[in-house]
């Protein structure tokens, strides 16, 4: 597996707004996954965007995916205070099990 | 059908002493996976293991550190004489199969080493 690299470190928004994310990696990947860590907890897998898809949608979550720029983002709309986390995505290759993180981005939704 | 289960949930130790983590993966899963979280940081992968076996461990340190999945029972994540630098949280993670699918993760472990 290989790392992605997440962008902005951080992130403040007022509830209501919409909060987007991105993460780009260096090779060729097998599908991205993008995972949320509320503060001190184990992460929770939000979604898998597979290499021959272009975008995903998940409730309020919209995933992109861009192959020929080697990124993707992640959209959250209409935020709420509950979607306060950190975001992770895992660039995943066809050989790789384990999942590598970057430093994630730090969203934080005020009422 | 029970998440990942992992005990304890805090852990704290004296410098020196053995750290014993605990991961129980979801019930069908084979394969589990240790990572390590410093403040403030990604996760780190550490280990991958199958039952009665060690898949890939590149990112486990090379001395005081082990893992086990044994064919009953709990993966087991083992530090000896443990340091400082050793505090930290500790997820697991297990999936149903091999390749580049979705983990699910465990509360994870916050080791206290004083």
């Known amino acids: 597996s290989q790392q992605g690299e997440e962008d902005p470190q951080a992130l403040s928004i007022q509830e209501g707004e919409n909060a987007t994310m991105n993460c780009s990696y260096k090779?060729?990947?097998?599908?991205l996954q993008w995972y949320r860590q509320n503060s001190g907890r184990g992460l929770v897998h939000l979604i898998l965007?597979?290499?021959?898809?272009r975008e995903k949608h998940s409730g309020r979550l919209r995933v992109t995916l861009d192959t020929s720029k080697k990124s993707s983002s992640l959209l959250i709309t209409a935020s709420r205070a509950a979607d306060t986390a950190s975001y992770f995505c895992?660039?995943?290759?066809?050989?790789?099990?384990?999942?590598?993180f970057g430093g994630g981005t730090r969203v934080l939704v005020k009422p | 059908n029970a998440g990942v289960m992992q005990n304890p949930r805090h852990l704290v130790r004296r410098r020196g002493q053995e750290a014993r983590l605990r991961c129980s993966p979801m019930?069908?899963?084979?394969?589990v996976y240790w990572y390590r979280q410093l403040p403030e940081e990604g996760l780190k992968f550490m280990v991958y293991?199958?039952?009665?076996?060690?898949?890939?461990e590149s990112g486990m340190p090379k001395e005081r550190f082990s893992a086990e999945f044994p064919k009953e029972g709990p993966s087991i994540l083992r530090i000896q004489q443990v340091v400082r630098g050793d505090s930290a949280a500790y997820f697991c993670?297990?999936?149903?199969?091999?390749?580049?699918?979705?983990?699910?993760f465990g509360p994870g472990t916050r080791l206290t080493v004083t």
């Open positions: 293991l199958q039952k009665e076996n060690i898949i890939d």
């Open positions: 993670a297990s999936s149903p199969s091999a390749g580049p699918n979705e983990q699910y």
């Open positions: 019930k069908g899963h084979s394969h």
């Open positions: 895992a660039p995943g290759t066809a050989a790789g099990n384990k999942l590598t």
């Open positions: 090779t060729s990947i097998n599908n």
């Open positions: 965007i597979r290499s021959n898809e």
